[in-house]
């Protein structure tokens, strides 16, 4: 059970460039939810999913994009990449139904734009 | 939306001694209140977490205490360890449906550190 697994681990981009962070989960949770990780800050809820095939926008949305087309993955996408968007981003899913509201997060994605 | 502030930002205790850090929120309909652990360059942890029917909960050296009417949480860690240092995140949301799945609105982090 490898709990939730994001992809990459690190990566720099220059600006303007596009990439797609990969995060899944094997615990066949609804909910998937993307933060970012700001120094100095807690994290910030960037977009979530209650289920397969839907998205909602978070706290901090702008300049991101996600798609959930099987339920156990949730990608989140930069189209245009922007110093701004430095930051460690990190993945989580929840169970529903089961009165554990707990959400499990994945280790991390260190992004940085130049 | 819902605000959440921590207090404080820093907090060193001899090994032993009790920490209490504290967290207020603004959304009276939040019903969730958890408590992340974070070391270095991993991941948050939940060490405890409470909802809104509840206003104390315990497991071993933790503790977690909620007053809706003041709309502030509290974690409290006894007879403290150095491996307890970390970084310590309150979060409060609303629930996104009934049955589960929260939208989390987290505190700015506690940087705790015991010292032998």
């Known amino acids: 059970n490898a709990g939730v697994t994001q992809t990459p681990k690190f990566r720099v981009l220059k600006t303007g460039q596009s990439m797609t962070l990969l995060c899944a989960q094997d615990?066949?949770?609804?909910?998937m939810y993307w933060y970012r990780q700001d120094p100095g800050m807690g994290l910030r809820l960037i977009h979530y999913?209650?289920?397969?095939?839907?998205?909602a926008k978070g706290e901090v949305p702008d300049g991101y994009n996600v798609s959930r087309l099987k339920k156990q993955n949730f990608l989140l996408g930069l189209e245009s990449a922007a110093p701004s968007q430095t930051s460690v981003y990190f993945c989580?899913?929840?169970?529903?139904?089961?009165?554990?509201?707990?959400?499990?997060f994945g280790p991390g994605t260190r992004l940085t734009v130049t | 939306g819902e605000n959440v502030e921590q207090h404080p930002s820093t907090l060193s205790v001899q090994e032993g001694d009790s920490a209490v850090i504290k967290c207020t929120y603004s959304?009276?309909?939040?019903?969730?209140f958890p408590w992340y652990k974070q070391e270095l360059g991993k991941r948050p942890q939940l060490i405890i977490d409470?909802?809104?029917?509840?206003g104390e909960k315990k497991d071993q050296r933790i503790a977690v205490t909620l007053n809706k009417t003041a709309k502030h949480f509290s974690l409290h860690i006894t007879e403290t360890q150095p491996e307890d240092s970390a970084v310590y995140f309150c979060?409060?949301?609303?629930?996104?449906?009934?049955?589960?799945?929260?939208?989390?609105?987290f505190g700015t982090g506690t940087q705790l550190k015991v010292e032998l």
């Open positions: 959304d009276s309909a939040s019903n969730y």
């Open positions: 615990m066949n949770h609804e909910y």
């Open positions: 979060a409060a949301s609303v629930s996104i449906l009934t049955g589960g799945g929260n939208k989390l609105t």
């Open positions: 999913s209650v289920g397969e095939g839907t998205t």
């Open positions: 989580a899913s929840s169970a529903t139904g089961t009165g554990d509201y707990e959400q499990y």
């Open positions: 409470i909802r809104s029917n509840v």
